[in-house]
């Protein structure tokens, strides 16, 4: 009997292993680890608190600070490669300190990064140096610039050491909805199978080229321009560790480091028509219009890059946020608020975001109180605005009082620009702390962006004034308030200026403890 009772008993046992390893492999997926080895982990309803569509600076970032948090999160990501981009390589400072804010301050490190204390602006001949307010900040506070695909890569990297995080290769094709709640996501793997994973939050971070966002937001995208990118190789520039903006014929040129040996040069080109690079108009184009613009310390080694072939574009977009608030789901990064990459604020604005957010889901413990989360969600939507809207707006008016015009009043808003960043002082350190995300106030920007229409108004007036050059006048402040307005009030004028107005922002948090 005893035998008899062993035996059957060892049966049922091997029966139900078997039962739970079948279940167990029908519930199991493949991600891609840190070294990109397969890793086999076991998602499901419970398994996952939040998933992040997209590992770029955005989503690597926010992957690391939410596991760091303790939540278990889901990262899927397109191409776990590293990216080679054009773009996204000028860390400003307000963007460091946000780095340093999420503990990721390291993966500045070891990619042959380069500090960047200022710019050093160019115009007809003459040049000017804006240094950025950094006398009340430790050493290490500077802007950085480096290979995005490094900087992209060790974020994913240091995300990936975290147990609580799960990197995987795949393409998100929608979002799983249910009675007007985001439940997850549909995605095809490397290999091809069509998934869904579930969780009580998605963010949606997927970059410019966003197939998501459609229905989380109300997207007004428009591409004011297209940058033309080269790399200039062993070249010194004029002022080292320095950004070099040269307001050129017809829209500015940029050159900044991003390797101990290596410059970064993008070219703007306004419209969204380019060159064709086949038939080779685009480096004559180089050749014949832009080169004789480039300071000439640095024109052998440009003619030398166009010469070598290596010519990518990109086109510049801009994008306010709009969003459709939504059950379950939440916009970041590219795919919910585009600013022209000419002032390199981007980034500063992701890091921000996440830093915001972090901040509101900390107290959360329980995600899937889709009432309390959403109300959240509306928060962090009112609470990014000041930051944002200022970064947005500067980048806008900026680029367009830097394009030559044959509108008088508007070259004269030009000279005017460039004469009064030369002036030094609050004139210059000012607006290179608005530029560089330490001081992003919406109010300091109107004002200065005022002053310089005044100084140039003022210009005109002496030594004596002309009927003619009162006119002019005018015509520059109202060519002033035509840039400027509008774009404050596609970011929202009551959520720029006066975000105090709106009770989302004192939203009190619930009575629970931290996750652990």
């Known amino acids: 009997m005893a035998i008899d009772h062993l035996i059957l008993t060892t049966c049922f046992a091997s029966l139900f292993a078997s039962l739970l390893l079948y279940l167990l492999r029908r519930r199991s997926k493949k991600i891609v680890s840190r070294n ?139 979002l799983v ?30 970059g410019c080229f966003s197939n998501l966002r459609r229905s989380l937001c109300k997207p007004k995208v428009e591409v004011p321009s297209n940058f033309v990118g080269l790399v200039l190789e062993n070249c010194e520039l004029p002022f080292p560790n320095h950004g070099h903006v040269v307001l050129g014929d017809p829209s500015p040129i940029l050159f900044y480091p991003i390797s101990s040996s290596e410059v970064r040069c ?36 440009f003619l030398s890059a166009v010469e070598k072939g290596n010519i990518r574009t990109m086109p510049n977009r801009s994008m306010p946020a709009d969003p459709i608030p939504t059950p379950g789901a939440l916009l970041l990064g590219d795919a919910f608020n585009m600013r022209h990459p000419l002032t390199g604020g981007g980034m500063t604005v992701a890091l921000s975001d996440i830093v915001i957010l972090r901040d509101l889901l900390n107290p959360l413990v329980d995600l899937t109180d889709k009432e309390s989360l959403s109300k959240y969600i509306e928060s962090f939507y009112t609470l990014r605005k000041p930051v944002a809207s200022t970064i947005n707006t500067l980048a ?15 070259s004269e808003m030009r000279r005017a620009c460039f004469d009064y960043l030369s002036l030094g002082g609050v004139c210059s350190s000012g607006p290179v702390a608005l530029l560089s995300g330490l001081n992003p106030r919406p109010m300091s920007l109107v004002l200065h ?48 200026f006066f975000p105090r107005t709106i009770p989302a922002i004192y939203r009190a948090p619930p009575a629970h403890s931290s996750p652990q």
């Open 36 to 174: 990109n080895e397969p890793l086999t982990v076991k998602p499901g309803n419970n398994d996952v608190d939040i998933i992040i569509v997209g590992a770029g600076v955005a989503g690597a970032a926010l992957a690391h600070t939410l596991g760091k948090e303790g939540r278990r999160v889901h990262v899927i990501e397109r191409d776990l490669t590293e990216p080679d981009r054009i773009v996204g390589e000028l860390l400003q400072p307000g963007g460091y300190l946000k780095l340093i804010e999420l503990g990721l301050e390291d993966c500045v490190k070891e990619i042959d990064a380069q500090r960047v204390l200022g710019y050093a602006l160019f115009k007809d001949g003459k040049h000017t140096k804006l240094s950025y307010p950094l006398d009340q900040f430790d050493s290490d506070i500077a802007g950085r610039s480096f290979h995005n695909g490094r900087f992209v890569q060790r974020m994913r990297e240091k995300a990936s050491t975290l147990p609580n995080v799960k990197m995987e290769q795949g393409t998100a094709t929608s």
């Open 177 to 206: 909805e249910e009675n007007g709640v985001i439940k997850g996501v549909q995605y095809k793997t490397k290999e091809g199978q069509e998934l869904k994973s579930y969780a009580p939050l998605t963010i949606v971070c997927d």
């Open 266 to 301: 993008l070219v703007d080109v306004p419209g969204s028509k380019l060159p064709s690079l086949a038939s080779g108009d685009m480096a004559k184009h180089l050749k014949t219009t832009v080169a004789p613009q480039v300071p000439i310390e640095i024109r052998e080694p």
């Open 396 to 410: 806008g008016a900026l680029y367009k009082v830097f394009l030559a015009s044959p509108d008088d009043a508007r």
């Open 449 to 496: 962006f005022f002053a310089v229409a005044i100084f140039g108004v003022g210009r005109l007036l002496v030594p004596l004034p002309s009927v003619k050059r009162l006119w002019l006048g005018v015509r520059l402040i109202s060519s002033a308030s035509g840039i400027i307005f509008p774009i404050i009030k596609a970011e929202g004028v009551r959520q720029m």
